[in-house]
């Protein structure tokens, strides 16, 4: 069974940067487009970035410069590096991934539990 596990939040100082991961576990073909989410504290879940099976990264234009993915598939982890933070990059952030399971033929999204970040000084 696919499983998709992200990690590497905690409490950071503002101005700090912090990576996350998320891991992929399980018998799977191919893995498509992943992309993260993040559930802001007063806000509606935000898209955040995603990356393309090329490598190729596409960002929220507020977060645009400051935010990086970065996928190593032979490991079977994408990374997300979040530079410059603020308070307002506290949240729950979120993995997904377009999957094609072992004996599948159709991709598939499967969803990560979260992991939280809190920006404070």
């Known amino acids: 069974q696919v499983q998709l596990v992200e990690s590497g939040g905690g409490l950071v100082p503002p101005g700090e940067s912090v990576t996350l991961s998320c891991t992929y576990s399980?018998?799977?073909?191919?893995?498509?487009?992943v992309s993260w989410f993040r559930q802001t504290p007063g806000r509606q879940r935000e898209w955040v970035a995603a990356?393309?099976?090329?490598?190729?990264?596409h960002y929220q234009t507020s977060l645009q410069g400051r935010f990086s993915l970065k996928r190593e598939d032979d490991k079977r982890v994408t990374y997300l590096e979040m530079t410059n933070l603020t308070p307002e990059d506290t949240g729950v952030y979120y993995c997904?991934?377009?999957?094609?399971?072992?004996?599948?033929?159709?991709?598939?999204?499967?969803w990560g539990q979260g992991t939280r970040v809190t920006v404070s000084s």
């Open positions: 990356i393309t099976s090329g490598g190729k990264g």
């Open positions: 399980g018998e799977i073909d191919r893995i498509h487009l």
């Open positions: 997904n991934a377009e999957i094609v399971p072992r004996g599948e033929i159709r991709r598939m999204p499967f």
